[in-house]
T-cell receptor, first 109, second 116 residues
Framework: KQEVTQIPAALSVPEGENLVLNCSFT??????LQWFRQDPGKGLTSLLL?????REQTSGRLNASLDKSSGRSTLYIAASQPGDSATYLC????????FGSGTKLNVKP | GAVVSQHPSRVICKSGTSVKIECRSL??????MFWYRQFPKKSLMLMAT?????????EQGVEKDKFLINHASLTLSTLTVTSAHPEDSSFYIC????????????FGSGTRLTVV
């Protein structure tokens, strides 16, 4: 069974810091990987989609990398802001999406 | 961009009744839709995969008679929680895709179900 792991489970940082969220998966035969943001009690907002042939994707202050061979992806958030506070979910597409348990981020003003 | 609409966003129902949740793709044809359940402080667990015009495929441990899924058109899938009980209270989210392997999945905004 495919497994997706995210570390850390929770992260609290002061505003302005650059930070890295990690995602690992057990099977390198993936179609793509997607990072999402979830605010409390809300649905999912797609942040970045990386195809299996790509190594990274960037959107604004967000950069996601993918290393299929080692089964890892990272989400880099530059110059964090309080509005970035949310849970970040990594989902790996093995022909179905499997989700990690998320990293709960708190950016303190 | 691709939009998936999910209704209702919140529903409270009495034990023993049935509840239907709708998932619609508004601007694309969704050959495949997925239903997820999220327990408090947990990640999303895939419940079932539905393809338009065919029976849904349920993940291990999901009761197909309790969670009825219908995907009658390329833009609509429904999840019906039958004879709901308090333990069915959860956050349910649908997602949709065109089926192309390089296409990302678009998620609905979720439905908070509370069974009293």
């Amino acid at each position: 069974k495919q497994e997706v792991t995210q570390i850390p489970a929770a992260l609290s940082v002061p505003e302005g810091e650059n930070l890295v969220l990690n995602c690992s998966f057990t099977d390198s035969a993936i179609y793509n990987l997607q990072w999402f943001r979830q605010d409390p009690g809300k649905g999912l907002t797609s942040l970045l989609l990386i195809q299996s042939s790509q190594r990274e994707q960037t959107s604004g202050r967000l950069n996601a990398s993918l290393d299929k061979s080692s089964g890892r992806s990272t989400l880099y958030i530059a110059a964090s802001q309080p509005g970035d506070s949310a849970t970040y979910l990594c989902a790996v597409n093995f022909n179905k999406f499997y989700f990690g348990s998320g990293t709960k981020l708190n950016v303190k003003p | 961009g691709a939009v998936v609409s999910q209704h209702p966003s919140r529903v409270i129902c009495k034990s023993g009744t049935s509840v239907k949740i709708e998932c619609r793709s508004l601007d694309f044809q969704a050959t495949t839709m997925f239903w997820y359940r999220q327990f408090p402080k947990k990640s999303l667990m895939l419940m079932a995969t539905s393809n338009e015009g065919s029976k849904a495929t349920y993940e291990q441990g999901v009761e197909k008679d309790k969670f009825l899924i219908n995907h009658a058109s390329l833009t609509l899938s429904t999840l019906t929680v039958t004879s709901a009980h308090p333990e069915d209270s959860s956050f349910y989210i649908c997602s949709a895709t065109t089926g192309a392997t390089n296409y990302g999945y678009t998620f609905g905004s979720g439905t908070r179900l509370t069974v009293v």
